[in-house]
């Protein structure tokens, strides 16, 4: 595997990965997925796993950003890091 598609994955997937937790979070707060009785409420663990597995990739993406042009590339990190604290704000917000 190339640097180039370490690049585009690592600027990627935590993006679709905020995404999938947002989704998980809304789908918990509409009500249309429900926590098991009893259970330690997996709809918040699972987006606050699925946001801490983010963390290696984006240093990933941090590592091969610098030896490419960090420059070039602040816009994904900025949205990557924007959607990582949104998703992060979700299970507090909507009470999960």
Request: hydrophobic residues 55%; neutral net charge.
């Amino acid at each position: 595997m190339d640097e180039s598609n370490i690049v585009r994955i690592g600027g990627t997937a935590p993006q679709i990965m905020s995404l999938l937790a947002l989704a998980i979070c809304t789908l918990g707060w509409a009500g249309i997925v429900r926590d098991p009785p009893g259970d330690e409420e997996p709809l918040a663990h699972i987006p606050q796993l699925i946001m801490v597995a983010q963390i290696p990739l984006i240093l990933i993406f941090l590592a091969t950003a610098v030896r490419r042009g960090l420059r070039q590339r602040l816009g994904v990190l900025g949205l990557q890091i924007a959607l990582w604290v949104t998703a992060l704000a979700a299970v507090p917000l909507l009470g999960l």
